[in-house]
């Protein structure tokens, strides 16, 4: 019996960056897959290196930047590939959304402009034909009116029209590997879940894989089938989304669902916080860096690393992973 190659394997990845004329790391070691078709969840606050983990995998790193480890996409070493290499997978197998599409849609040309320069220049289609199939996915990513938008500018767009558009455009270049660096941070609340209603559909049609960034919980286990925590540079836990309400076993975890608004919330109730302040990975120990925050935190948690082992349905590093698990079901069991 023979099983398929995932689509994307990163393992022991590790970033440093020079900052201010030192050397800091912002990634350690961290390990991540996913297969064809399957949608993962990278979650955690600002700071945590979500964006970072997808630049490194896609390579667009600032001037410096030593990035060690392995990357590789449907089999191929991305880490190992020259400019022109590079160039290639992210014209076809390999695409980035990114937060905000007007930092990244030159505001002089026009939409059809944007949409078609990839299908001209790298796939070698007339301009004509390059239209007709931008106008099809356009349509299909629920923009109505879509031969006039082609000779609309991006500054004549609202910002969920834009996402749409810059949705369109990675599609047209019909990657197999969707980087999604929190598409919807800059919509509304009405607005983003169309957005990801229309990237969630367009991926199962396509069977795409894709990594949605972002710090919504609620909507990384709404269209994702595993969730990935990240803490200061280093993967804490990872489990089923339909896992994580019920049994996350990491603390810090817990705590983000834990500081999650409720419906059932009384008028004037306080929120929940996280104690304590998000450290950067740089300022990471070599115990645990979620120590400092943590209520299970004991000397072991500041002088060892906890490594990443199987606990319930969750691979988590946490020493005391067991007793946050029975904790967080007895909590729910006298709720």
Same mark, same amino acid.
């Given at each position: 019996?023979?099983?398929?190659?995932?689509?994307? %394997? #990163?393992?022991?990845?590790?970033?440093?960056?020079?900052? =201010?004329?030192?050397?800091?790391?912002?990634?350690?070691?961290?390990?991540?897959?996913?297969?064809?078709?399957?949608?993962?969840?990278?979650? =955690?606050?600002?700071?945590?290196? %979500? +964006?970072?983990?997808?630049?490194?995998?896609?390579?667009?790193?600032?001037?410096?930047?030593? $990035?060690? =480890?392995? *990357?590789?996409? =449907?089999?191929? +070493?991305?880490?190992?590939?020259?400019?022109?290499?590079?160039?290639?997978?992210?014209?076809?197998e390999l695409a980035l959304i990114f937060q905000d599409p007007r930092a990244h849609i030159n505001a002089v040309h026009t939409i059809g402009d944007f949409l078609t320069e990839g299908l001209v220049r790298n796939r070698g289609l @007339?301009?004509?034909?390059?239209?007709?199939?931008?106008?099809?996915?356009? /349509?299909?990513?629920?923009?109505?009116?879509?031969?006039?938008?082609?000779?609309?500018?991006?500054?004549?767009?609202?910002?969920?029209? $834009?996402?749409?558009?810059m949705i369109a455009s990675v599609l047209a270049a019909e990657p197999r590997l969707i980087l999604a660096d929190e598409p919807t941070t800059a919509l509304d609340v009405?607005?983003?879940?169309?957005?990801?209603?229309?990237?969630?559909?367009? /991926?199962?049609?396509?069977?795409?894989?894709? $990594?949605?960034?972002?710090?919504?919980?609620?909507?990384?286990?709404?269209?994702?089938?595993? !969730? #990935? #925590?990240?803490?200061?540079?280093?993967?804490?836990?990872?489990?089923?989304?339909?896992?994580?309400?019920?049994?996350?076993?990491?603390?810090?975890? *817990?705590?983000?669902?834990?500081?999650?608004?409720? !419906?059932?919330?009384?008028?004037?109730? /306080?929120?929940?916080?996280?104690?304590?302040?998000? *450290? +950067?990975?740089?300022? @990471?120990?070599?115990?645990?860096?979620?120590?400092?925050?943590?209520? $299970?935190?004991?000397?072991?948690?500041?002088?060892?690393?906890?490594?990443?082992?199987?606990?319930?349905?969750?691979?988590?590093?946490?020493?005391?992973?067991?007793?946050?698990? @029975?904790?967080?079901?007895?909590?729910?069991?006298?709720?």
């Open positions: 019996m023979t099983t398929s190659k995932p689509l994307l %394997k #990163v393992t022991d990845l590790r970033l440093d960056l020079r900052v =201010g004329g030192e050397t800091r790391t912002a990634i350690h070691g961290v390990d991540l897959q996913i297969d064809a078709g399957e949608s993962v969840g990278l979650v =955690g606050e600002s700071g945590s290196g %979500k +964006s970072l983990t997808a630049r490194s995998i896609m390579r667009l790193l600032p001037r410096g930047a030593q $990035l060690s =480890g392995e *990357i590789r996409v =449907g089999g191929v +070493s991305v880490t190992a590939l020259d400019a022109a290499g590079l160039r290639k997978l992210r014209a076809s @007339a301009r004509k034909d390059a239209d007709r199939k931008v106008v099809d996915l356009l /349509r299909e990513v629920g923009i109505t009116d879509a031969e006039r938008r082609l000779h609309q500018h991006p500054w004549q767009l609202s910002g969920g029209l $834009l996402q749409r558009v009405t607005t983003q879940e169309e957005v990801m209603a229309i990237l969630d559909e367009q /991926r199962r049609e396509r069977d795409l894989g894709m $990594l949605f960034i972002t710090h919504d919980l609620e909507l990384a286990s709404a269209v994702c089938d595993r !969730i #990935v #925590v990240m803490y200061a540079g280093r993967v804490v836990e990872e489990l089923p989304a339909e896992h994580l309400r019920d049994r996350s076993t990491h603390p810090y975890t *817990i705590a983000l669902l834990g500081a999650r608004p409720r !419906i059932d919330q009384h008028p004037g109730e /306080r929120l929940l916080t996280v104690p304590g302040r998000p *450290i +950067s990975a740089f300022e @990471a120990g070599d115990g645990c860096a979620f120590a400092p925050r943590c209520p $299970l935190a004991v000397d072991r948690c500041f002088a060892e690393r906890p490594q990443p082992r199987q606990v319930g349905p969750s691979v988590v590093a946490c020493h005391f992973a067991e007793q946050a698990l @029975a904790e967080g079901e007895e909590g729910k069991a006298h709720a």
